[in-house]
């Protein structure tokens, strides 16, 4: 069992900032390939950004690319959403979620993922 709680949420201006932290607990975090996904209201979870259990590998969804960064500490057992450039669209609940390095090749998918924290709110002010 792998608990997540994320954080770093809030209200930003178009254009600002935010990093969203997500701290693991449970089984060994080095072995989980980690994601993020959000959920806007009225829409379908979508994928945001993974990355493998090194960090070697990365994805992101085209909609976030160049303007977010994905990261992890290990040591910490925390994974990090570095969002700049924000914009209305992005306004969504933010999860991260955990999944086996097996399921890499699907990282995009919710499937691939079995753990999912309760989510941290981003609200971006046109």
């Known amino acids: 069992q792998v608990q997540l709680i994320e954080s770093g949420g809030g209200l930003v201006q178009a254009g600002g900032s935010l990093r969203l932290s997500c701290a693991a607990s449970?089984?060994?975090?080095?072995?989980?390939?980690m994601g993020w996904f959000r959920q806007a209201p009225e829409k379908e979870r979508e994928f945001v950004a993974a990355?493998?259990?090194?960090?070697?590998?990365?994805g992101y969804a085209d909609s976030v690319k160049g303007r977010f960064t994905i990261s992890r500490d290990n040591a910490k057992t925390t994974v990090y959403l570095q969002m700049n450039s924000l914009k209305a669209e992005d306004t969504a609940v933010y999860y991260c979620?955990?999944?086996?390095?097996?399921?890499?090749?699907?990282?995009?998918?919710?499937?691939?993922?079995?753990?999912w924290g309760q989510g941290t709110q981003v609200t971006v002010s046109s």
């Open positions: 449970g089984r060994t975090f080095s072995n989980y390939i």
């Open positions: 990355i493998w259990r090194s960090g070697i590998s990365i």
């Open positions: 979620a955990a999944g086996p390095d097996t399921k890499w090749p699907m990282y995009r998918g919710a499937r691939a993922y079995d753990y």
